[in-house]
């Protein structure tokens, strides 16, 4: 079945370790993202990658870095994790031209929480 | 700055129609989305406005004026598995996407 795998689905984390959530797409889409969910706000963007090769930063990037090596995979790094960062993690893609340009595709999310 | 405002929560009744509203300023529009997700899960695209009226697609519309920075999506002869959180999302003049906190619909029996 195509669509995003994310991994894991969820983690109890001690805070000043390093973590790094995984995420992969079989649909061969050019544009990949990384969105934190927090209970009352919006989805908000921590970085992206329009194509492979290339990223860039959203709207909250700060302790957190991306890499984008081949098309399917963008994982997500937290280098030194704060209680700050206990949220829900969603990947997502979508293709970058046509009808379908911003049409997410969303992984099932991974809950993370930093003690 | 950009915000896009929906309600927070709406109850109505199995059966029934039901309108959720959004209100947006963004620095410029390219489109506004709407998406579905159930607790726990993650969001599903629902529907696409990028010129002003009506979309309709199934028991599921939606509508957009541009000049008014509005949207809403409409749900007709809703079902117990409409019981979800509707998110909002408009994209701006550099393609990126403004969301939304959601509006939780309640599908009471």
């Known amino acids: 079945i195509a669509g995003i795998t994310q991994a894991p689905t969820s983690q109890i984390l001690a805070a000043g370790r390093r973590m790094t959530l995984r995420c992969t797409q079989d649909m061969r889409h050019n544009a990949m993202y990384w969105y934190r969910q927090d209970l009352g706000l919006g989805l908000r963007l921590i970085h992206y990658s329009n194509t492979a090769g290339t990223t860039g930063k959203g709207e909250v990037p700060d302790g957190y870095s991306v890499s984008r090596a081949n098309t399917d995979d963008f994982p997500l790094t937290l280098a030194s994790a704060v209680p700050s960062q206990t949220s829900v993690y969603f990947c997502a893609s979508s293709p970058t031209g046509g009808a379908g340009a911003n049409v997410l595709t969303f992984g099932a999310g991974s809950r993370l929480t930093v003690l | ?109």
């Open chain 2, 1 to 109: 700055g950009q915000n896009i405002d929906q309600p927070t929560e709406m109850t109505a009744t199995e059966g029934a129609i039901v309108q959720i509203n959004c209100t947006y300023q963004t620095s410029g529009f390219n489109g506004l989305f709407w998406y579905q997700q159930h607790a726990g899960e993650a969001p599903t695209f629902l529907s696409y406005n990028v010129l002003d009226g009506l979309e309709e697609k199934g028991r599921f519309s939606s509508f957009l004026s541009r000049s008014k920075g509005y949207s809403y999506l409409l749900l007709k002869e809703l079902q117990m598995k409409d019981s979800a959180s509707y998110l909002c999302a408009v994209r701006d003049s550099n393609y990126q996407l403004i969301w939304g906190a959601g509006t939780k619909l309640i599908i009471k029996p």
